[in-house]
């Protein structure tokens, strides 16, 4: 297995005459924002330990040049580059056509953890990335494990996943797993299960369906002024407020 064939999967498809037109490091996360208005996010992971690899000045820089950061070591800079890859794909029109609606989707149920409550009911659930309340919508209703590089009470710390993930039914894995490349292992291991991939870092594109993910939730932003403002601040539950959340399923083979 080539642990780069995601990355450079999705970075082949960005056209040649898009380009970065702005991005900003926060607190909490990292955007970008393409030249034909697309809004790209994830996670600020402050992992600077190696100098930075980009030369040149980032603002004008074809986008696709960007979204090769997302492979860099230092994972400030590959923040930078996930969220170039996100500016392409979670344009609004071009995210709500990858794959297909949840059929479970409705305006009140857009939450990950609700839309997929019914079908992980008595499962096998692990999730990777310690999300707000997972033990009250989860924990009643199905065997559920959560992984977690800096653990929380009651969870496994996250080199588990080699023994855990290939037993499980569904596995759910934050989107900031492409920043700190671990993704593609994840991917690997969690081959018998429904895999979902969830949060704001998520790339929404076809792509990942080619590499055996079953659900992609992740987030559109429509309003970049208000968005920005968010950023800056460093109010992360207000992400929330100028994103919309858009969950899609693999197509039927």
């Not at 590089?149 to 900031?176: H, K, M, N, S």
């Not at 671990?182 to 990942?208: D, F, H, W, Y």
Request: a negative charge.
């Amino acid at each position: 297995m080539n642990p780069w064939k995601i990355y450079d999967d999705l970075i082949s498809n960005i056209p040649d005459d898009i380009t970065l037109a702005d991005c900003n490091t926060g607190y909490n996360w990292t955007s970008a924002l393409s030249s034909e208005g697309g809004i790209g996010i994830a996670k600020t992971i402050p992992v600077y330990s190696i100098p930075y690899t980009f030369q040149g000045e980032l603002m004008g820089a074809p986008l696709r040049q960007v979204a090769g950061l997302s492979k860099s070591w230092n994972f400030v800079e590959a923040a930078i580059g996930v969220a170039a890859i996100g500016a392409y794909y979670n344009l609004p029109a071009r995210a709500q056509s990858a794959g297909y609606a949840h059929p479970g989707l409705t305006a009140e149920n857009q939450n990950v953890f609700a839309l997929y409550r019914e079908e992980v009911t008595g499962k096998k659930v692990t999730v990777i990335g310690h999300f707000p309340a997972l033990e009250q919508k989860l924990g009643t209703i199905c065997t559920l494990t959560i992984l977690e590089r800096e653990p929380w009470e009651g969870d496994l710390p996250d080199p588990a996943c080699e023994y855990i993930l290939p037993e499980q039914d569904y596995v759910f894995i934050t989107g900031c797993t492409l920043v700190n490349k671990t993704l593609p292992r994840l991917l690997e291991l969690s081959k018998n299960a429904k895999t979902i991939i969830a949060g704001p870092s998520t790339v929404m594109s076809p792509v990942m369906f080619e590499h055996g993910v079953y659900g992609l939730s992740g987030m559109i932003v429509r309003d970049a002024r208000r968005f920005d403002a968010v950023i800056r601040g460093g109010d992360a539950p207000a992400l929330f407020d100028v994103g919309e959340m858009v969950n899609s399923v693999r197509p039927s083979k």
